[in-house]
């Protein structure tokens, strides 16, 4: 089902826009392919409506003014550091006809026997992947399979990743994306809860020795003061 948002233009600017944020609107820009930047408002429900649905890897349906609908991405959306809500859009308008580079979501799904059966621990450091396409081909997001995960040594990188016909992977493909780490044992959680100890011992005689040279330095300047005043 396609994404379809509907804007308005703006001609209120610069500090004046706060009342657009006051009347449940929120203003932004469109800009890209064959547009000259423009000036939009939107309204905040619809665009949270929107920006759940197709995030920022979606193609959607851009209807400015009524106008003919143009595809468009959403490309940066600030939000508000209190409110959390969305304060500025910006939504690039785009060729169907050229590839992009973009960075698209990837989902995790099923289960590991390695993290199930084995007990290990799942580690997936990449949440996102860099893809070359063109527009009608842009994927929402990409699926990694757990289940492959049956064992420690089993490792899904980008090199092994599945992607859609049209769709090419810009990143390295020996970067991890997905792999897990057996538990420790009990020999190395005693190795580690040793370290911990000697640290914080360290730490205190650290401390110990800071206070004794200031309280030392203390004297000192005190001593030197009695002497220049006699």
């Not at 939000?79 to 979501?105: A, C, G, N, T």
């Not at 990837?106 to 289960?111: A, D």
Request: proline share 6%; charged share 25%; hydrophobic share 40%.
């Amino acid at each position: 089902m396609p994404h379809a948002l509907q804007v308005t233009t703006r001609t209120t600017l610069g500090r004046r826009a706060k009342h657009t944020h006051d009347d449940g609107q929120v203003p932004g820009v469109v800009y890209g392919f064959g547009v000259q930047p423009q000036s939009i408002k939107v309204g905040r429900a619809d665009f949270r409506n929107i920006y759940r649905a197709a995030g920022t890897s979606s193609l959607i349906d851009l209807t400015i003014d009524g106008g003919s609908p143009v595809k468009a991405l959403i490309q940066e959306v600030q939000v508000h550091p209190i409110s959390m809500q969305p304060y500025h859009i910006d939504l690039r308008q785009i060729r169907m006809d050229q590839e992009l580079i973009m960075k698209v979501p990837l989902n995790f799904v099923g289960e590991s026997p390695a993290v199930k059966t084995l007990a290990g621990t799942l580690v997936h450091p990449i949440t996102e992947v860099k893809v070359k396409c063109l527009p009608a081909d842009l994927p929402h997001g990409l699926d990694i399979d757990l289940s492959t995960l049956k064992t420690f040594d089993d490792v899904i990188t980008v090199g092994t990743l599945a992607v859609p016909k049209g769709v090419t992977i810009v990143d390295d493909a020996d970067i991890t994306l997905a792999v897990v780490v057996a538990p420790l044992t009990d020999e190395q959680l005693k190795k580690m809860e040793d370290e911990n100890k000697s640290a914080d011992v360290t730490a205190i005689k650290t401390e110990a020795e800071e206070k004794k040279s200031a309280e030392e330095a203390k004297k000192a300047e005190e001593a030197k003061a009695a002497a220049a005043s006699k």
